[in-house]
């Protein structure tokens, strides 16, 4: 979905080639002295291809050359959903979450508030956003064919007790797992 962890492309691409850890360096590198800038400065000729999602003016000050390079996002806002319970889309700046089960959604100005803490949803400032997210999630549901209602029936509680979870190990499941996780007694 585009987000920032380690795993996903932009923040990777800036952890690599930048040698910094993923809150050292996000997946903004203006500004940072690149792997190829080093290799540069020190008579290399660097070349980009491929993908590039993080800044523009990074890309160009980190090679000297280029072919078949694509600037930026493939969409404007990009759609998740994971099982019944959260559905979300993504813009460059905007990120909205929606709980169904729960009744519960979260806001975040990426641009402002990057590692996400504070939630804007329900704040009466950005309601115009929130409502265009919201629309732009829809779309996003009938462009999938997703039919998960995010206004669910029956409303669980916010709060989770995760002590009622019953967890049934699989028979993949390695011997540290099973008595770490399951409290199985193991010969």
Do not use: C
């Not at 019944?84 to 700046?93: F, I, K």
């Not at 209602?149 to 190990?169: C, F, G, S």
């Amino acid at each position: 979905m585009g987000g920032h962890h380690g795993a996903i492309s932009a923040p990777s691409r800036a952890m690599l080639l930048s040698g910094k850890y993923l809150f050292n360096v996000y997946d903004k590198l203006a500004g940072i002295v690149t792997m190829p800038m080093h290799f540069s400065s020190h008579g290399y000729i660097t070349f980009g291809t491929g993908k590039w999602h993080n800044e523009k003016s990074a890309f160009e000050a980190s090679f000297n050359k280029g072919k078949n390079v694509f600037l930026g996002g493939i969409r404007s806002s990009v759609f998740t959903a994971y099982r019944n319970t959260v559905r979300a889309v993504r813009t460059d700046e905007w990120k909205l979450i929606k709980y169904p089960e729960r009744d519960f959604t979260q806001l975040f100005n990426l641009e402002n508030d990057p590692f996400e803490m504070n939630n804007l949803a329900g704040d009466t400032a950005y309601i115009t956003i929130q409502n265009q997210m919201l629309r732009e999630l829809i779309e996003w549901q009938k462009i999938t064919g997703d039919t998960i209602q995010l206004n669910a029936a029956h409303k669980l509680p916010l709060e989770y007790d995760h002590t009622k979870l019953i967890r049934k190990p699989d028979k993949w499941q390695p011997e540290y797992t099973l008595k770490k996780y399951f409290d199985l007694k193991l010969n």
